[in-house]
C-alpha cells in the first residue's frame, strides 16, 4: 500500500510563500499522477494542481484557476517526492493541503475518485 505524507504547511501572512511537500513511498512512483487538494474550513476538498508521470506525453501539469500564477507543482521522482510551491498567498488559501496520487491513466485531472492513494493532509493558515 502506497503511503503519502505531507510537510510544510504552517501559519503565514498574505502575500507570504509557503513550500509543501509530499513524501511517497513506492517504486513506481515516477508512473503516478499525483496532485494537491485542499480543503478549506467548512467547504468540500478541491483540486488545486496535478502533474503527471513519466509515461505521460501530453500536457503534463494542471492548475485551477485560482492559484495560476502563484503556485508551482513540481516532483523529484529520484526522492519519490511532489512538491507544491505557494506565493503571494491569500486567506482564501487557507486550508487543509491533501497530497494525492493515482496509478491509473483517466484523462480528468481533477477527480478525486480517480486518486488511489491520499496523504492525512498539512494545515496552510493565511492570515490578513
Known amino acids: 500500500q502506497v503511503q503519502l505524507v505531507e510537510s510544510g504547511g504552517g501559519l503565514v501572512q498574505a502575500g507570504g510563500s509557503l513550500g509543501l511537500s509530499c513524501a511517497a513511498s513506492?517504486?513506481?512512483?515516477?508512473?503516478?499522477?499525483m496532485g494537491w487538494f485542499p480543503q478549506a474550513p467548512g467547504k468540500e476538498r478541491e483540486f488545486e494542481a496535478a502533474?503527471?508521470?513519466?509515461?505521460?506525453?501530453?500536457?503534463?501539469?494542471y492548475y485551477a484557476d485560482s492559484v495560476k500564477g502563484r503556485f508551482t507543482i513540481s516532483r523529484d521522482n529520484a526522492k519519490l517526492t511532489v512538491y507544491l510551491q505557494m506565493n503571494s498567498l491569500k486567506p482564501e488559501d487557507t486550508a487543509v493541503y491533501y497530497c494525492?496520487?493515482?496509478?491509473?491513466?483517466?484523462?480528468?485531472?481533477?477527480?478525486?475518485?480517480?486518486?488511489?492513494?491520499w496523504g492525512q493532509g498539512t494545515q496552510v493558515a493565511v492570515s490578513s
Open positions: 513506492g517504486r513506481t512512483f515516477s508512473n503516478y499522477r
Open positions: 494525492a496520487g493515482t496509478s491509473g491513466s483517466g484523462s480528468i485531472w481533477h477527480r478525486q475518485q480517480e486518486y488511489e492513494y
Open positions: 502533474i503527471a508521470g513519466i509515461n505521460w506525453s501530453g500536457r503534463g501539469i
